[in-house]
């Protein structure tokens, strides 16, 4: 049963859904404990994604939509005021 979910998801989809809430959260001036706890599971997820799709992550890379990687990937490495989102990334 889990394959065949497995098999149904569009992890492009999922993968994008994923970005644009983490860059929301990204965004905000200040995060509160909520945003975090996305940002933590939307990474985690996203992680997964990639780990099962390996071609999502070079699709990420070169993404002229909205998210931009190397702005997102600077604004949670460097910019994010929690300590723990940073260690996600």
């Given at each position: 049963?889990?394959?065949?979910?497995?098999?149904?998801?569009?992890?492009?989809?999922?993968?994008?859904?994923?970005?644009?809430?983490?860059?929301?959260?990204?965004?905000?001036?200040a995060m509160i404990?909520?945003?975090?706890?996305?940002?933590?599971?939307?990474?985690?997820?996203?992680?997964?994604?990639?780990?099962?799709?390996?071609?999502?992550?070079?699709?990420?890379?070169?993404?002229?939509?909205?998210?931009?990687?190397?702005?997102?990937?600077?604004?949670?490495?460097?910019?994010?005021?929690?300590?723990?989102?940073?260690?996600?990334?």
């Amino acid at each position: 049963m889990g394959a065949r979910l497995l098999e149904s998801l569009d992890f492009a989809a999922l993968q994008n859904k994923c970005l644009g809430l983490i860059n929301q959260a990204l965004a905000k001036k200040a995060m509160i404990f909520e945003d975090k706890l996305i940002v933590e599971y939307a990474l985690g997820l996203w992680v997964g994604c990639i780990l099962h799709h390996q071609d999502l992550f070079e699709k990420f890379t070169h993404l002229d939509g909205e998210v931009k990687a190397d702005q997102f990937l600077l604004a949670g490495l460097l910019f994010c005021p929690h300590e723990s989102v940073r260690e996600e990334f």
